[in-house]
């Protein structure tokens, strides 16, 4: 299973559009290369990586924390 | 074991290969030699168990080989090659154990060798694989341990391998062939991340709070909260195992309990046809007893006696006649007596004078009537003495005294009387011997009816029984073992709603005490840190729906793919039905049920049916792992034989779609010739090398094994 099919199972998830984190239309056409104004697309992008790269879970718990620590 | 000789070599291709042989031929042993070289284990049927070489040691061994050696080294050895044909590559699996043979003792080794050669082309030379890890991941590669069980199993093993008694077998099997595992890191992951952002989130809200007494309290209360519903979670997830457990059981139980209401309600009509026949056979008998007494009871005992009550009223009549011939007679000599006797004495009457005034006028010689002297001997004294000499006078009545000497008249009147009253009921006996014999027949046939009845319903019990496999008490027993956990379902749905509702309060409190907390807090918190903590508890709500979608989804496929190969197996054949469904329990897991056109549940199903269901599930998760691109060798001893002939065909033309390459041993093509040529020619069969075993000692004649060898015939 590649990064990008693993992606796309989360981008299904009916919450995503329900608490407008995407719009139906945007939901085929995005790519996991592909950057995200969207905090929680860049989460699951994060963890997706990571556990197709066999990172461990508390290396991929870091990397999100750290990329939410971040003030926007 | 039973293969000796150099001479033991199959070859096996694309497609389904058949070994066929009947029971005892050596079909298992030749499974046990795929298994031993795999996995250094055979089969022991006397423990019931696999064992290692180390506790097999020389039984391995052909006992003809050990007997033909007088002395040397003897040894069993299994060499397989592996052949991918896409990259024209082989590796050649042996293992080889030996022992030595003195005269009169056998040394055994401890271990077997095992080697593996490899050759990168066919026509390259073949190098032996020393590097253990290498060994490994050849041996995994021919046959990953995660899959091992549904590509390599005996008939009995079916059962366990979708074993409907553990919910998670299905789910296990989903586990180990999808990438579902990834969903369930990924629901770790998120969690970790929800709960670090929480954290923080809790403690920057604590230090921003105005009241710490007040902030420390609500922490207390929260931390009990949190246990509250942490355990109550756990109590849950219990209740909902014991529930799914409870739910299977129910499901399993509805479906022998549908046989065991069949057979209940046979046995109950079997009881019922047992009272009537001891009740028929009762008026059997005293119709039969009755029928004795009414040879005297209702005079059938006069049948055919007809002519003697006319000989006896003839007999009769004679004798009556001769009675009145005799008694006329009388009759005239008693006249003609009378008349004599009357001209004896005509002047005096009888008695007149007395008897002792004439002895005494005798005496004195004198007639005292007319005072006239009567001297003895006399005329006149004579004629005194004539009157003492009259004779007597007859009473009345002595003219009708008897004419014979016993007189019989009236017995004899009585006899002819009651014959002629019997004699008029003879011609009714026939009648009545006939309504008897009639009815004795008709309880005959009856019972005879209830015997016949009884028979059916007895070898529909044992069809019953045989079919799903249960004994008479069984069936018993699972009616009661369905009410109890039926009422345990209950209770377990009951205890689920407690719950449920309990946690559903605490969380409620919790929602309760975060406001509060976040009350306490003066100032603004962190937009980051809100948005932190939010996101982070979408991504584990998310992570959880993902992870139950793509599981459904696979279940969908799962099911579509079972029913697929299903149908397939069970095409042609009149008793199976309906379709499979994979149902979700209430802790998750599923379950296969077979469902009729409008979804409802089908009871009663019959143990191919179920066995059916299992190997459907099986090659729906070889099939969907196929699909994936990896291809594997089945290998199975006597798959068939736990379902009956008319699935066998439906199995082999499924197994040669699933399977890019199987081997199966059958004993199903040894017994049916038309079989074996169906398999043979039909064109839905992809079909590979068949062969067939015969050992030189039949079983049943197998007192010495020394000469024992097992010849093996390529049949196309």
């Given at each position: 299973m590649t990064k990008d099919e693993f992606y796309k199972t989360y981008l299904e998830d009916p919450l995503l559009i329900e608490k407008g984190y995407l719009t139906l239309d945007k939901i085929n056409e995005l790519k996991f290369h592909q950057a995200t104004n969207s905090k929680l697309l860049e989460v699951i992008k994060i963890a997706v990586?990571?556990?197709?790269?066999?990172?461990?879970?508390?290396?991929?718990?870091?990397?999100?924390n750290q990329s939410l620590n971040k003030e926007s | 074991m039973c293969y000796a000789g150099k001479d033991n070599c199959i070859e096996f291709s694309e497609g389904i290969n058949v070994i066929i042989g009947d029971n005892g031929y050596g079909k298992s042993k030749l499974y046990d030699a795929f298994y031993w070289v795999m996995y250094d284990q055979v089969f022991?049927?006397?423990?019931?168990?696999?064992?290692?070489?180390?506790?097999?040691?020389?039984?391995?061994?052909?006992?003809?080989?050990?007997?033909?050696?007088d002395s040397g080294r003897v040894t069993a050895s299994v060499k397989i090659t592996f052949h991918n044909v896409e990259r024209d590559n082989m590796y050649i699996l042996e293992r080889r154990y030996s022992v030595s043979i003195e005269p009169g003792n056998i040394l055994e080794d401890n271990d077997a060798e095992f080697t593996i050669m490899e050759k990168e082309l066919s026509y390259l030379n073949a190098r032996m694989v020393t590097d253990e890890d290498k060994k490994r991941s050849i041996l995994n590669s021919i046959l990953p341990s995660q899959i091992k069980d549904y590509l390599w199993f005996q008939g009995e093993q079916v059962e366990s391998i979708i074993d409907f008694n553990k919910q998670d077998t299905l789910t296990k099997a989903v586990n180990v062939l999808s990438n579902i595992a990834r969903y369930d890191a990924m629901i770790d992951i998120a969690k970790a991340a929800a709960k670090t952002a929480t954290t923080e989130y809790d403690r920057e809200v604590k230090r921003m709070s105005k009241d710490s007494v007040k902030s420390a309290q609500l922490e207390a209360h929260k931390s009990d909260l949190e246990r509250k519903i942490q355990n109550g979670t756990i109590e849950q997830q219990e209740i909902n195992n014991n529930l799914s457990r409870a739910e299977s059981r129910c499901e399993e139980l509805l479906n022998?309990?549908?046989?065991?209401?069949?057979?209940?309600?046979?046995?109950?009509?079997?009881?019922?046809?047992?009272?009537?026949?001891?009740?028929?056979?009762?008026?059997?008998?005293?119709?039969?007893?009755s029928f004795h007494r009414k040879m005297f009871r209702n005079k059938w005992v006069l049948k055919g006696t007809e002519d003697l009550q006319k000989q006896y009223a003839k007999k009769f009549s004679d004798y009556e006649q001769r009675k009145l011939a005799l008694e006329a007679e009388e009759k005239v000599k008693r006249e003609i007596e009378e008349e004599v006797s009357s001209n004896l004495q005509t002047r005096l009457p009888i008695n007149v004078p007395e008897p002792n005034y004439i002895e005494w006028m005798l005496e004195k010689e004198r007639c005292l009537v007319c005072d006239r002297e009567a001297k003895k001997n006399t005329e006149a004294w004579l004629k005194i003495k004539e009157l003492l000499d009259r004779p007597k006078d007859k009473k009345k009545g002595t003219k009708d005294a008897a004419a014979v000497s016993q007189d019989f008249s009236d017995d004899?009147?009585?006899?002819?009387?009651?014959?002629?009253?019997?004699?008029?009921?003879?011609?009714?006996?026939?009648?009545?011997?006939?309504?008897?014999?009639?009815s004795r027949n008709d309880l005959q046939g009856k019972v005879r009816e209830a015997n016949r009845e009884i028979e059916t319903v007895d070898s529909d019990i044992q069809k019953l029984l045989a079919d799903t496999l249960l004994t008479s008490e069984q069936a018993e027993n699972i009616l009661n073992e369905y009410s109890i956990q039926n009422q345990k379902a209950k209770d377990f749905k009951e205890d689920l709603n407690r719950v449920t509702q309990e946690i559903e309060h605490y969380e409620?409190?919790?929602?309760?005490?975060?406001?509060?907390?976040?009350?306490?807090?003066?100032?603004?918190?962190?937009?980051?840190?809100?948005?932190?903590?939010?996101?982070?508890?979408?991504?584990?709500?998310?992570?959880?729906?993902?992870?139950?979608?793509?599981?459904?989804?696979?279940?969908?496929?799962?099911?579509?793919?079972?029913?697929?190969?299903?149908?397939?197996?069970?095409?042609?054949?009149?008793?199976?039905?309906?379709?499979?469904?994979?149902?979700?329990?209430?802790?998750?897991?599923?379950?296969?049920?077979?469902?009729?056109?409008?979804?409802?549940?089908?009871l009663g199903l019959n143990t191919s049916n179920l066995i059916l269901v299992k190997?459907?599930?099986?090659?729906?998760?070889?099939?969907?792992?196929?699909?994936?691109?990896?291809?594997?060798?089945?290998?199975?001893?006597?798959?068939?034989?736990?379902?009956?002939?008319?699935?066998?065909?439906?199995?082999?033309?499924t197994i040669s779609k699933v399977y890019r390459q199987s081997i199966i041993m059958s004993k199903e093509f040894y017994k049916n010739q038309g079989l074996r040529n169906e398999l043979l020619t039909n064109p839905e069969i992809e079909i590979g090398k068949v062969y067939t075993i015969t050992p030189s000692i039949f079983e049943n004649e197998r007192t010495d094994r020394s000469n024992l060898s097992t010849k093996i015939e390529a049949l196309n």
């Open positions: 990586n990571g556990s197709i790269d066999g990172d461990g879970e508390s290396v991929i718990t870091r990397k999100i | 022991v049927p006397e423990k019931k168990a696999f064992q290692s070489t180390k506790i097999v040691k020389s039984k391995l061994i052909s006992d003809k080989a050990k007997a033909q050696a022998k309990q549908a046989d065991a209401q069949k057979v209940s309600v046979l046995q109950e009509r079997k009881r019922g046809l047992l009272n009537q026949l001891t009740l028929l056979n009762q008026s059997l008998k005293t119709e039969q007893v004899l009147k009585r006899l002819y009387q009651n014959g002629l009253s019997l004699s008029n009921r003879i011609t009714d006996i026939d009648d009545d011997i006939n309504e008897t014999l009639q409620e409190l919790l929602k309760g005490v975060n406001d509060q907390f976040k009350d306490l807090v003066t100032g603004e918190l962190p937009v980051w840190l809100i948005e932190k903590r939010e996101v982070t508890k979408d991504f584990e709500v998310i992570s959880k729906s993902t992870r139950e979608r793509v599981f459904n989804s696979l279940i969908a496929q799962l099911e579509q793919e079972a029913n697929v190969h299903y149908q397939a197996m069970t095409s042609g054949n009149k008793s199976a039905r309906g379709k499979i469904k994979l149902r979700k329990l209430p802790n998750g897991n599923y379950m296969p049920e077979i469902i009729d056109s409008n979804g409802n549940p089908l190997l459907s599930a099986i090659m729906a998760i070889i099939s969907a792992k196929g699909n994936s691109g990896e291809v594997y060798t089945l290998i199975t001893d006597a798959p068939t034989s736990v379902f009956g002939e008319d699935y066998t065909l439906g199995f082999c033309k």
